[in-house]
């Protein structure tokens, strides 16, 4: 069983910046595919970026350029660095671990979820 635990969420204004951290237990963090999902209020929880255990990332639409992903497997973290945030990202933030070291934007392909950290985005 892996725990995968957030952090780093929190409001800032439009155009700021956060630092989000997923930390994993395990000794088999290296060979999982991470991603990040995020679920603004009242919709459905949607694919932000991926990194897989060969380092392949890939980023939604929304996000690219802004965000980005990366992996520290010797902490077992993943983090997700946020510039230029806006109004719309504001949601809570999840991390999910595929065992299969793939990465995806369907959540049915994860099978660990964190407890998700809240980021709001004033304007």
């Known amino acids: 069983q892996v725990q995968l635990v957030e952090s780093g969420g929190g409001l800032v204004q439009a155009g700021g910046s956060l630092r989000l951290s997923c930390a994993a237990s395990g000794r088999t963090f290296s060979m999982y595919g991470m991603g990040w999902f995020r679920q603004p209020p009242g919709k459905e929880r949607e694919f932000v970026a991926g990194i897989s255990w060969t380092r392949f990332i890939t980023y939604s639409d929304s996000v690219k350029g802004r965000f980005t992903i990366s992996r520290d497997n010797g902490k077992n973290t993943v983090f997700l660095e946020m510039n230029s945030l806006k109004p719309e990202d504001t949601a809570v933030y999840y991390c999910?671990?595929?065992?299969?070291?793939?990465?995806?934007?369907?959540?049915?392909?994860?099978?660990?979820w964190g407890q998700g950290t809240q980021v709001t985005v004033s304007s």
């Open positions: 999910a671990a595929s065992r299969d070291g793939r990465v995806t934007t369907q959540t049915s392909r994860y099978d660990y």
